[in-house]
């Protein structure tokens, strides 16, 4: 049997000169970090997607993302291929607990968000953190209808929005949902043979998705927002941009709204107009 073409090519080694020119697009333009230590890590993670373009030399590679044509669309490709998409449904559960206990009670009070809350997942990578938030959001809708709410999830990857957007995984990625909510937010493949779930239509309504790079000077926002997660996301970047992406994030959140970072960040250092109230959960104030 004839090998496959694109398994049989051979690649050549990335050179010092190509991971500059990489590493140094990626950080400027993502913000993502990539010190000579990634090098490898950066090598093997172009390999599949340069045998299927049948590129056999990094520098080659190199060449066809820098073109003309590359920045319209092999950009993305390659973003896709480097970014990280770790995620789970009620990762640190603590600040859903905060989010039904404390936030969503006292913003419904707060005549000035309308009983209407906006949620903004930023880096949201395949949707876990947004439709965990629909859950908690949802359930605190039956007990208080004439509250209402609407999510964006945003990341730059355009592969692991679409995963988001389609809402379908696999069942060992739902097993820390609650069984409650699983029997009511879930939805089982017709087909016994595939161990998939779906979340259910009424809740992906509540969620839309979109392409949004957080090293953006401007994010154009069309609206101001109640609370925004973005947690371990901060973690991919050096402490400047990090600091640019707090301020420009801080910026879109309403007063007396909410930001909340995963439990390894912190805003040491950042004088910034909120005040912690729980662990890695702020409040602009």
Not at 43 to 72: A, N, P, W
Not at 98 to 114: A, R, V
Not at 129 to 138: D, F, G, H, N, R
Request: proline share 3%; net charge positive.
């Amino acid at each position: 049997m004839p090998l496959n073409k694109n398994r049989s090519l051979s690649l050549k080694e990335m050179t010092n000169s190509d991971f500059n020119r990489l590493s140094s697009y990626i950080y400027n333009n993502y913000g993502i970090k990539m010190p000579v230590g990634k090098k490898t890590m950066l090598q093997c993670r172009l390999q599949k997607r340069m045998r299927e373009l049948k590129i056999s030399s990094y520098k080659e590679y190199c060449d066809l993302v820098f073109s003309k044509q590359g920045q319209e669309d092999e950009i993305y490709q390659m973003i896709d291929v480097v970014s990280t998409n770790k995620t789970d449904f009620f990762r640190e559960h603590a600040h859903f607990d905060f989010l039904k206990n404390t936030i969503l009670p006292g913003l419904n009070k707060n005549d000035s968000s309308g009983n209407f809350v906006k949620v903004w997942s930023a880096g949201c990578a395949s949707g876990e953190e947004a439709y965990t938030i629909a859950m908690v959001m949802s359930e605190f809708k039956e007990k208080n209808p004439d509250f209402d709410f609407k999510i964006l999830g945003t990341d730059i990857s355009n592969k692991i929005l679409t995963e988001a957007a389609n809402a379908i995984y696999p069942l060992n990625k739902v097993s820390d949902i609650p069984l409650n909510l699983k029997k009511k937010y879930l939805l089982k493949s017709k087909d016994k043979t595939l161990a998939k779930v779906r979340i259910v239509p009424e809740l992906r309504a509540k969620v839309k998705f979109a392409r949004l790079n957080l090293m953006e000077d401007n994010y154009n926002v069309q609206e101001k927002y109640d609370i925004i997660f973005c947690r371990n996301t901060l973690i991919y970047f050096d402490k400047e941009t990090q600091k640019k992406v707090v301020f420009n994030l801080i910026n879109e959140i309403k007063n007396n709204g909410y930001f909340i970072l995963g439990h390894s960040e912190s805003l040491i250092n950042m004088d910034t107009p909120i005040k912690q109230v729980s662990p890695t959960v702020y409040r602009k104030v």
